[in-house]
């Protein structure tokens, strides 16, 4: 199922939940079921940003600056039109950081909290 169609069928869920009245149990199956297919998306979008950020280090021999990280997405990613890459799955902004001699780069979400340096923060690194 692509991720619009996850989204969807989760989101039916959670009204015909609220709307049926379903236990407490059930709506907690649905936020960690919600919860795992966000961690999921996100990942895969960080895949996806990674494998083409490596590609364009090896053709060009560089990464994009910090500072054009959401344009160089943009382009990169043109057919998208789902949703805005530069934003992670809660609505966030990925964290893109190069190293000082710019040949690497870290790439972050903070996961559901929001909040930098917790268990739930994802990361990758490249190339």
């Keep these: 199922m692509n991720p619009l169609g996850a989204s969807a069928a989760l989101l039916i869920g959670s009204v015909s939940a609220l709307y049926l009245e379903v236990p407490e149990q059930m709506l907690t199956i649905y936020e960690e079921s919600l919860l795992a297919a966000q961690q999921v998306m996100t990942a895969g979008d960080m895949h996806s940003m990674s494998v083409m950020l ?22 990169a990613f043109q057919e998208n039109n789902i949703k805005d890459l ?3 799955h809660w609505g966030r902004p990925y964290l893109y950081r190069l190293s ?17 340096g917790t268990s739930d923060d994802m990361s990758i690194h490249g190339p």
């Design 86 to 88: 530069a934003l992670d």
């Design 100 to 116: 000082d001699d710019r040949r690497t780069y870290q790439l972050s979400s903070l996961g559901p909290d929001g909040v930098a």
């Design 54 to 75: 490596g590609a364009r280090y090896i053709m060009d021999h560089n990464l994009p600056a910090e500072d054009q990280f959401e344009d160089w997405l943009r382009q």
